[in-house]
């Protein structure tokens, strides 16, 4: 069935002359690289295996008597209308059916359940519209969005060719990284609306809620980088909030988190040094670019209706105090910076957006400023009894 | 129509006849009358529906972003989806209930004509609420049919409008459900017992009652989503002790009952077309029924298979499994039902009997999906992909929407007196028995492979199934022009041979209406029948 499939597909695909364009698409389901995943798949064909024959059954039955039993060939009609005994076969059969798939099925279910003996835990939190990784051993934690060059080329009508963009779509700015052969446990939450963490090659997805906690885990065993997509409507950007993971060994996965800790503390100094205008405003920029723009659109003109202008507005041209005030907490679809950006990524955009898109107010806005302010909100934190 | 107006100015009943020009279908309280408004204004809206499917398949007809922003995408999911269901599939059902209920248990109209007047244009009402959302601050809504909070309560000005809608078309649907169940239980002719009644009156009387229970569970659903947006509840909102899968729970004990009023009167023509065209009675009539029933029953108690990945707790993951797959067993009882009515029958293939055969090889694939989709741990890989976009797709399109053309095929000769042009319709069922499975068999390899439904954008290596499909969708949509021309030279006098009364061969057996003359007078049974057809029972 499944090389007739590929027939089919190939057929098809030759007939509107498509072979050639891109050749990796897949039919199936991927196997994926866990022990779960596996046996996912492996229900999978099972499944699909008992309705195919099913519907040999049903199919061949039907059009045997469709070509035998027809006006046209002379067939009479008989008028038989009922069978009890044949009723009671048709129904015991399927019932036998569905109970051996149960079986296998209740099993796979039990053991993807079992969260218990974890020897990590990396929480994820679903954003409008990245992800946000918490790693609750090491402390290492960053958020995780749709890569520059896909956000280009995706703008209605940018003229660049999906095609030309290395895995448009599927490339985030920083990727999820853990190492493998190592049972992880993965919380998931939400911090607006809901959406859904899914990496095909993990096995399962799991909707991440705002207000619960779910539990998830895996334990990859091959190296590589897996990708996936938000598979909850999120709103707008739903479609651009993709997903990957890196799994390592576990020595370059250590060093891996040695590094992240080494960024923090930098990042972190930069918070406390004086910076000057000129550098927050070129720093501001890009951040702009990938926090903002998506909504206030590039030039800061907004969208009538929907999202404010930047250019102009009598806020961000206004008091430096209620700027900043609304970007730390949000009001309404403008999501909650606060906890979004680090004190130096808030100070420039808050000051990029005073002195660039059409505005020139001249003032600015220090990190350590930005730092004490953070430091002022209550941080949505859940308790979670890990170890 | 014009033919059914002069026929009765011959006869000499002194009640009245049609009121005269166009008043007479803002008024009428006429159950064929209200059963042609509904038909007429369903295929209105299929090609409303329809217009925002295709604008959906040219946006995804090729990667990256040509046509819309992703706003405005989402607004046409979450609308494609209202009108298809409120608008299309639902009323085109409660259509034939209009003009076939009283004429298959021999009655003179509905129970309640002015209601049945009254739910119509609150139909009407309903649907242009919904639609003027388009037209709105902010949009339409854009949070798709299931209107999840946290998501919903972004939508703009149309939020409010929306939710009316709901409501007014909820009352509509009421409204014609008490109908139904009234003019069933009170105005059967004499021996018209309730199990001999043809089976997709039986259908529609069970369909009716799920209608009374779920319409107010989406209804408070929705007031619910409109105090927590307005008045300040939080209901739904994880931040006030709200919770936001409550509003999932409520919405598919709604949903999940509401797939089933979509499909159970679509089972139930089926049910009569088969037997027609096989020349044999149906096959295990009192099975149809209590399967039916069974089926009813069963999807009250299933609805958390839509929401296996929300987290729920493993008992009630495991019961929403077993519970899930029980469905496929009435399911399957009614396929083989159907195959063993074809079996030694004598059968011809004119247009309402090739798409019945297509109904039920493409609803059994869409059962098939259904089956693996059960299956809680395999469902976390098909859930919000394109699998299940083509599992629903494939019971609802090729099962309700063929059932729904293959009805209006098998019964308007005998509304209007008319023959179809057959050659046509069956090329208008090639078209579109093909054409379908363009569009939506390959959308079972971009699930799998791992495209998420609702986005409008993918990725590369998603490009050339979308393609394809999107192709089929356009010829399909294209080809449903044809029947409007079919339909239309239907109803103008069609290929001009006059059409007996049984239209169909021996179709009196079968059922009442056909042994009325063709076309139905504008009223019929206004003394009950003394026979009914017992052949089959
Ligand atoms: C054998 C019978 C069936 C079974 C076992 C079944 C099972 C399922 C399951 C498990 C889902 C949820 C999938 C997911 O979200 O991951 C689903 C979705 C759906 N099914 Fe079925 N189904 C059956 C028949 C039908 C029929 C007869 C209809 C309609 C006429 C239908 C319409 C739908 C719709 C509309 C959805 C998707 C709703 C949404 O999320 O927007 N199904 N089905
Ligand atoms: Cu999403
Ligand atoms: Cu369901």
Known sequence: MVKTKQLFAGLALMTFGLGTAQADYTLNLMEGVTSISRDVYGLHMLVFWVCVVIGIAVFGTMFYSIYFHRKSRGHKASLFHESTKIEIIWTIIPTVILILLAIPATKVMLEMDDTKDSDMSIKVTGWQWKWEYEYLDSGVRFFSSLDEASNKARQLNSGIDPRTVPNYLLEVDKPLVVPINTKIRFLFTAADVIHSWWVPDLGWKKDTIPGYINEAWTSVDKPGTYRGQCTELCGRDHGFMPIVVIAMEKPDYEAWVVEQKQQAVANASAADKEWSAEDLIAKGESVYTNNCASCHMADGAGLAGTFPAITGSALVTGDMDAQVDLMLNGKGMMPAFGQMLDPVDFAAVSTFIRNGLGNSVGDSIQPATIKALQGAIPATEYDDDDD | ?537
Do not use: C
Not at chain 2, 38 to 64: D, H, K, T
Not at chain 2, 249 to 274: C, D, K, N, Q, R
Not at chain 2, 437 to 445: A, D, G, R, T
């Open chain 2, 1 to 537: 129509m014009s033919a059914v107006v002069a026929e009765h100015e011959h006869d000499d009943h002194h009640d009245h006849g049609p009121e005269k020009g166009f008043l007479r279908w803002i008024i009428t309280t006429n159950h064929k009358d209200i059963g042609t408004l509904y038909l007429v204004f369903a295929l209105a809206m299929f090609f409303v529906g329809g217009s925002m499917a295709l604008i959906i398949r040219a946006e995804l007809f090729e990667p990256g972003m040509q046509f819309v922003s992703p706003q405005f995408f989402n607004s046409m999911t979450t609308m494609h989806a209202l009108v298809m269901v409120f608008g299309a599939v639902m009323p085109a059902f409660v259509g034939f209930a209009n003009w076939q209920i009283p004429l298959m248990i021999g009655a003179p109209d509905m129970a309640l004509p002015r209601m049945n007047n009254m739910s119509f244009w609150l139909l009407v009402a309903g649907i242009l609420m919904l639609a003027s959302t388009l037209f709105m601050e902010g949009g339409a809504p854009a949070s798709g049919w299931t209107l999840y909070p946290p998501l919903v309560l972004q939508t703009g000005a149309a939020l409010p409008f929306a939710i009316f809608s709901v409501h007014l078309l909820g009352i509509s649907s009421i409204m014609g459900a008490i109908n139904i169940i009234a003019t069933i239980f009170n105005m059967r002719a004499p021996k018209m017992t309730l199990m001999k009644m043809p089976l997709f009156v039986w259908t529609w009387l069970i369909t009716a009652f799920l209608l009374i229970a779920i319409m107010p569970v989406f209804a408070g659903a929705v007031t619910m989503l409109l105090t927590d947006r307005f008045f300040d509840t939080s209901f739904f909102d994880a931040a006030g002790g709200g919770d936001p899968v409550l509003y999932q729970h409520i919405f598919w004990f709604f949903g999940h009952p509401e797939v089933y009023v979509m499909i159970l009167p679509t089972f139930g023509i089926a049910s009569t077309i088969i037997p027609v065209f096989a020349r044999k009675p149906l096959f295990g009539y009192s099975s149809m029924v209590y399967a039916t029933a069974a089926i009813a029953f069963l999807s009250f108690i299933v609805w958390a298979h839509h929401m296996f990945t929300v987290g729920m707790p493993m008992a009630g993951e495991l019961y929403f499994m077993y519970a899930t797959m029980l469905i496929a067993i009435p399911t399957g009882v009614k396929i083989f039902n159907w195959t063993a009515t074809m079996w030694e029958g004598s059968m011809t293939f004119e247009t309402p009997m090739l798409f019945s055969i297509a109904f039920v090889v493409l609803f059994t694939l869409g059962g098939f999906t259904g089956l693996m989709m059960a299956l809680a741990p395999v469902d976390f890989q098909y859930h919000d992909t394109y699998f299940i976009v083509a599992h629903f797709h494939y019971t609802l399109v090729p099962a309700s929407v063929f059932i729904i053309m293959a009805g209006a095929y098998f019964w308007v000769p005998k509304w209007t007196g008319h023959m179809y042009d057959e050659r046509l319709a069956r090329f208008h069922f090639w078209l579109s028995a093909i054409s379908v499975n363009i569009l939506f068999f390959p959308q079972h390899f971009l699930g799998l492979a791992g495209m998420p439904r609702r986005i409008p954008d993918y990725a590369v290596q998603f490009a050339d199934w979308n393609m394809v499909s999107s192709i089929g969708a356009f010829i399909f949509g294209f080809s449903q022009l044809l029947f409007v021309y079919i339909m239309y030279k239907t109803v103008k006098g069609g290929t001009g041979e006059k059409v007996s009364d049984e239209v169909w061969e021996d179709a009196h057996k079968h059922s009442l209406e056909w042994s009325l003359p063709s076309p139905v007078p504008y009223h019929t049974f206004d003394t009950p029948p003394e026979k009914i057809p017992t052949e089959h029972f």
